[in-house]
């Protein structure tokens, strides 16, 4: 964690200092704001907090709710969803008060006696080691209070506004075209309406979406919704693998998913309730807690549970569904105009429980379009940045809608139905990359590049996220995660991997001026990316922070010799930031574990943290294209 370069901190160093909309903020909701936000769920609380790192964009959150989610709903955390608090500054936190997920169980009838369960299989949660991070479970109110807590940290202090329900909308022309319609649901003004005008809208409000009704989305899909009983409970049980998640089918067919919850004691179960028939009339809903009880002792059986105290169960309902687009603009109409209002979380797309997709994937959503909203509004970047989160997400939700049919339906089907007794486990361990999080692949745009180059870093694949690896910080010999330096504060980040002098490429030793060649270039050129788009006055790195990892130890790297454009002055005292300079760990080469080519190579990675491009240091014309398309110039001159 890096402080103290804007003057002495003696208090909690998380608390930043207050700037923009942040020094002064009005408690009351203003008339008119940049952007609102409706439902403080996963997608939208993501939003907000992403958002409240722009000192300058008045945002605002909005929910029915009177406070805070208390109990219920989400808990499966996957580890991308992790590697994003990690940018957010909670990871360790979070993981040390959450369940920690290593293994999955497989129960299924004994061949000898169909009445009762036997574990058929173990299975790794990770068994490729996909992530550093681990595969967690903890529930969605935590989740929530971390960003809120981050939020209210930032620079714009930020905080939900609660106790308001969204009504509806309406898009006209002006600075602030969207007119909303907000309603009271708490305090001395309950059930009064009003009315704030909004520059953009994001429609955060779960799966029963009034902002997406509003601009006419209809979501698409399966029309019979599956039923799940929920219960987390507290109980005494004789089933060994209480504390381990399960899964379980028993010889009658039902089925159930068992989470064991954070804090050693709680655990959550999904009991199977099936399809609900078209002409079921809300009845599953009311299916009782103790049916949901009496029907987990009989899957269990020969084991029994008894449940000594409920603390939150429902019935999870919900279909298959996604919706066409997650923006106000047609089809049709894509290109020709600015989306104004967007739809992210469940509002825009819907699945099975037992995934655990629910909240990952919304928060991913949230991560996408708030940077994206910051650069517009702070005038970083052009309009035309907003329609890429429509064109993005949406193919994601559809994978999801694909992988999740497929996995709840393998969940779903009798022991006789499976063409090879390990097929659901074989399925769990070779597609486990998806449910982690790290399938996305965004596919070129204004914000992911052609790839032309990718050979040069064959382990960071245009279009997914920046996979971290270790590293050495050079100024304080530090074994150091790279990725982990990738904060949510919405900057672009280039990490630039030094080609190694002595590495022969076509018979010819390389010309050990290429990286500083590079650094002069990115730091005098108008064509540099640095030098076009950094505000006049701003610190070099507020847009796009620049780093270098060089392919020997660091014993070996002479700061006094490193470019300046990696050792960059910032803050009002103008103080040398030494945290840019990385060598390679003499146990874990990053140029290997990455297939970094010994020539070098520079990663250009989004905002929220997915490489954009790998590009050769001599490419400089694409380099500047590449950000010209996506940043806008500023009044800017060399500044190093
Ligand atoms: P949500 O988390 O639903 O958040 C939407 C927010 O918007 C809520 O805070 C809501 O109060 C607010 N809101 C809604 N309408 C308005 C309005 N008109 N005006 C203002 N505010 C509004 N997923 C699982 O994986 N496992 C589960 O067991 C599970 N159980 C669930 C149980 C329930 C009762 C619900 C509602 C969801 C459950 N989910 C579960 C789904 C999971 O919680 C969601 O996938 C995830 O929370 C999606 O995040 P979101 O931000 O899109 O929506």
């Known amino acids: 964690m890096q402080f103290h370069h804007h003057g002495y901190v003696s208090s909690d160093p998380r608390v930043e200092p207050a700037a923009g909309v942040g020094v002064n903020r009005p408690d009351e909701l203003p008339d008119e704001i940049d952007v609102l936000i409706v439902g403080t769920g996963p997608a939208g609380i993501v939003t907000a907090a992403q958002l409240s790192q722009f000192p300058n964009v008045t945002t605002r959150i909005v929910e029915r709710r009177p406070g805070r989610l208390a109990i219920g709903q989400a808990d ?33 009838p004994d061949p000898n006696d169909s009445s009762k369960i036997v574990r058929a299989a173990r299975t790794a949660d990770d068994p490729t080691g996909i992530s550093e991070f681990p595969h967690l479970i903890v529930n969605q109110a935590r989740v929530l209070d971390y960003f809120a807590e981050f939020m209210a940290n930032s620079p714009t202090r930020m905080r939900p506004d609660y106790g308001y329900v969204f009504r509806g909308l309406e898009i006209g022309d002006g600075e602030y075209p969207v007119t909303v319609t907000l309603e009271h649901t708490a305090g001395p003004n309950e059930g009064a309406t009003r009315t704030v005008r909004a520059k953009y809208v994001v429609g955060a409000d779960g799966a029963h979406s009034r902002v997406r009704d509003s601009i006419g989305c209809t979501p698409y899909g399966d029309k019979a919704n599956h039923a799940w009983g929920v219960m987390d409970v507290l109980a005494n049980t004789d089933f060994p693998d209480i504390r381990t998640k399960c899964a379980i089918q028993s010889g009658s067919g039902g089925s159930i998913l068992l989470i064991p919850r954070e804090g050693g004691y709680l655990f959550r179960m999904y009991v199977d309730l099936g399809v609900v028939p078209e002409n079921d009339n809300g009845s599953i809903r009311k299916t009782s807690i103790d049916d949901i009880i009496k029907q987990a002792n009989e899957i269990l059986h020969p084991y029994t549970l008894d449940v000594k105290n409920v603390a939150w169960h429902s019935v999870y309902e919900v279909g298959h569904r996604v919706t066409d687009r997650f923006d106000d603009v047609p089809t049709d109409e894509i290109g020709s105009r600015t989306p104004r209002v967007f739809i992210t979380g469940d509002a825009c797309h819907t699945h099975s429980a037992k995934a655990g997709q629910g909240m990952n994937v919304s928060m991913q959503d949230g991560f996408n379009i708030g940077w994206k909203l910051g650069h517009v509004l702070e005038g970083r970047a052009p309009e035309s940045l907003l329609a890429t989160y429509s064109a993005e997400r949406q193919v994601i939700a559809q994978n999801l809608i694909d992988f999740d049919r497929e996995w709840s339906t393998m969940m779903a089907k009798r022991p006789e139905e499976f063409d090879s007794p390990s097929e659901l486990e074989d399925f769990y361990v070779k597609t486990a990359e998806f449910p982690a999080g790290f399938m996305t692949q965004y596919q070129p745009s204004m914000i992911i590049g052609a790839a032309n180059h990718q ?21 304080d010999a530090n074994p150091v995660q790279l990725g982990h330096h990738h904060r949510a504060d919405g900057r672009w980040r280039v990490y630039v991997f030094a080609p190694d002098a002595n590495a022969a490429v076509n018979n010819a030793a390389i010309d050990a001026s290429t990286l500083d060649d590079f650094a002069s270039w990115l730091t005098t050129s108008p064509e540099s990316p640095v030098v076009r788009h950094t505000p006049e006055g701003a610190d070099v790195d507020s847009i796009i922070d620049v780093k270098v990892i060089y392919q020997h130890d660091h014993t070996r790297v002479d700061l006094g010799t490193v470019p300046a454009i990696f050792l960059p002055k910032v803050g009002p005292f103008a103080l040398t930031d030494h945290e840019k300079v990385y ?58």
Do not use: H
């Not at 996957?78 to 994003?84: F, G, I, L």
């Not at 500054?89 to 169980?105: H, N, S």
């Not at 279009?463 to 100024?475: E, I, L, Q, Y």
């Open 76 to 108: 499966g955390i996957q580890a991308r969803s992790v590697e994003t608090f990690q940018a957010f500054g909670f990871a360790e936190r979070i993981i040390a008060e959450a369940y920690r997920i290593t293994e999955m169980a497989f129960w299924k």
């Open 455 to 475: 050979n040069l870093a064959t382990g960071f694949p245009v279009g997914k996220r920046f996979k971290s690896a270790p590293a050495v910080r050079v100024c």
């Open 583 to 640: 060598a390679t760990d003499p146990e874990v080469d990053i140029f290997a574990e990455r297939g970094i080519d010994r020539r070098g190579a520079v990663v250009v990675v989004r905002p929220d943290q997915y490489v954009a491009d790998v590009l050769p240091l001599s490419a400089t014309a694409e380099l500047s294209a590449f950000f010209a398309q996506n940043l806008l110039p500023q009044n800017a001159s060399a500044r190093v």
